[in-house]
T-cell receptor, first 114, second 107 residues
Framework: EAQVTQNPRYLITVTGKKLTVTCSQN?????MSWYRQDPGLGLRQIYY???????DKGDVPEGYKVSRKEKRNFPLILESPSPNQTSLYFC?????????????FGPGTRLTVL | KNEVEQSPQNLTAQEGEFITINCSYS?????LHWLQQHPGGGIVSLFM???GKKKHGRLIATINIQEKHSSLHITASHPRDSAVYIC?????????FGTGTRLQVFP
């Protein structure tokens, strides 16, 4: 089944404890992206990647890192999480390098930073 | 002012009603997406539009590039259509989202 998977789905952590949220897609998509969703603000793009070893900042990249060493994986790293990073996170992928392709979303990761 | 505005923010309807959700944007775009977010949180892409009109089942999406406006219509609404509907536009190299329209359809 074609899908985007994220792990973990739920995570409660404490300030400053490094964490990684994994994202993997099995559709051989070139474009992958991370978003966060907050009440009243909607979805905002954190980082995106056009292909392996190519990443760019979105609207809200501060406090996050990403890497794209393989086409299928695009992990989101929080080196020193803070409470303002408490949010619902979505990974997405699309078929080609064009950002106008349909995006496929992962199930979301709900992160709480205490 | 947000670059992508949706109206209404909340919408309730009786089963069978015709529903319209609007999206207006203030930036140049290459395409517009309509997304559906289920109560459980999952997001599904419904349509991607760069001009004209698309139809899928009971859903119809239209876009007017000159007026910078798009509409999502649901014909013969059903309780299973209850969800948040999100408009998103591609502006240069980024995707900009509206804050969504919460739709509840009652039997």
């Amino acid at each position: 089944e074609a899908q985007v998977t994220q792990n973990p789905r739920y995570l409660i952590t404490v300030t400053g404890k490094k964490l990684t949220v994994t994202c993997s897609q099995n559709m051989n998509h070139e474009y992958m992206s991370w978003y966060r969703q907050d009440p009243g603000l909607g979805l905002r793009q954190i980082y995106y990647s056009m292909n392996v070893e190519v990443t760019d900042k979105g609207d809200v990249p501060e406090g996050y890192k990403v890497s794209r060493k393989e086409k299928r994986n695009f992990p989101l790293i929080l080196e020193s999480p803070s409470p303002n990073q408490t949010s619902l996170y979505f990974c997405a992928s699309s078929p080609g390098p064009s950002r106008t392709d349909t995006q496929y979303f992962g199930p979301g990761t709900r992160l709480t930073v205490l | 002012k947000n670059e992508v505005e949706q109206s209404p923010q909340n919408l309730t309807a009786q089963e069978g009603e015709f529903i319209t959700i609007n999206c207006s944007y203030s930036v140049g775009i290459s395409a517009l997406h309509w997304l559906q977010q289920h109560p459980g949180g999952g997001i599904v892409s419904l349509f991607m539009l760069s001009s004209g009109k698309k139809k899928h089942g009971r859903l119809i999406a239209t876009i007017n590039i000159q007026e910078k406006h798009s509409s999502l219509h649901i014909t013969a609404s059903h309780p299973r259509d209850s969800a948040v509907y999100i408009c998103a536009v591609y502006n240069t190299d980024k995707l900009i989202f509206g804050t969504g329209t919460r739709l509840q359809v009652f039997p």
